[in-house]
């Protein structure tokens, strides 16, 4: 089975600081990955994914992963925080389920972010 | 375009209750997944159904149950409720449920549920 770690379940970083969310995954297949926003109160919002290609990949918002095969890593950065960033992110890896070939998502258990003014 | 929707947004059960909780997927899409986020850990996976099928189960026990209707949407039921089924139980949609089909689930707000 497959399966996602996230080192850290809180994060604080200054506005204006570069921000890096930590994600390693299991698998025996080559990955789908995801990265989630999750607001207060609010479902997940897609931020990128990862498929084949290009292992760095930009998403909304300013955020960026790279896809390292060699690490097993799909950490999450963003440059320079901005106090809008504060949510709640997951990192998620694309599982085949045991028939049809179906897909579903395993998520890691998250990474508040909290931003300081 | 609407988003995924679900309905209620909050609900209030007792132990022992029972509860159906409903999704409309995105329009287009014809999978949609149910996941049970749990306060402080990630979404879980519980059901996935296509063309009213069920495609895949996560583990979960056998008080948990669903359909999907002609028109796509989709219903979760719980029965017999306990504490620990307190939760946001967020519903995902996607054109098909095809890995190969290259396309990430949208997910939607989420339906709390608070058991007494």
């Known amino acids: 089975a497959q399966s996602v770690t996230q080192l850290g379940s809180h994060v604080s970083v200054s506005e204006g600081a570069l921000v890096l969310l930590r994600c390693n995954y299991s698998?025996?297949?080559?990955?789908?990955l995801f990265w989630y926003v999750q607001y207060p109160n609010q479902g997940l919002q897609l931020l990128l994914k990862?498929?084949?290609?290009?292992?760095l990949v930009k998403g909304i918002n300013g955020f960026e992963a790279e896809f390292k095969k060699s690490e097993t890593s799909f950490h999450l950065t963003k440059p320079s925080a901005h106090m809008s960033d504060a949510a709640e992110y997951f990192c998620?890896?694309?599982?085949?389920?045991?028939?049809?070939?179906?897909?579903?998502?395993?998520f890691g258990t998250g990474t508040r972010l909290t931003i300081i003014p | 375009d609407a988003g995924v929707t679900q309905s209620p947004t909050h609900l209030i059960k007792t132990r022992g209750q029972h509860v159906t909780l409903r999704c409309s997927p995105i329009?287009?899409?014809?999978?949609v997944s149910w996941y049970q986020q749990v306060l402080g850990q990630g979404p879980q996976f519980i059901f996935q159904y296509y063309e009213k099928e069920e495609r895949g189960r996560g583990n979960f026990p056998d008080r948990f149950s669903a359909r999907q209707f002609p028109n796509y949407s989709s219903e979760l039921n719980v029965n017999a409720l306990l504490l620990g089924d307190s939760a946001l139980y967020l519903c995902?949609?996607?054109?098909?449920?095809?890995?190969?089909?290259?396309?990430?689930?949208?997910f939607g707000d989420g339906t709390r549920l608070s058991i007494l």
């Open positions: 329009s287009g899409h014809k999978s």
């Open positions: 698998s025996s297949v080559p990955p789908y």
């Open positions: 995902a949609s996607s054109r098909s449920p095809s890995r190969g089909a290259d396309q990430p689930q949208h």
């Open positions: 998620a890896v694309s599982e085949l389920s045991a028939n049809f070939g179906n897909e579903k998502l395993t």
């Open positions: 990862y498929t084949t290609g290009a292992t």
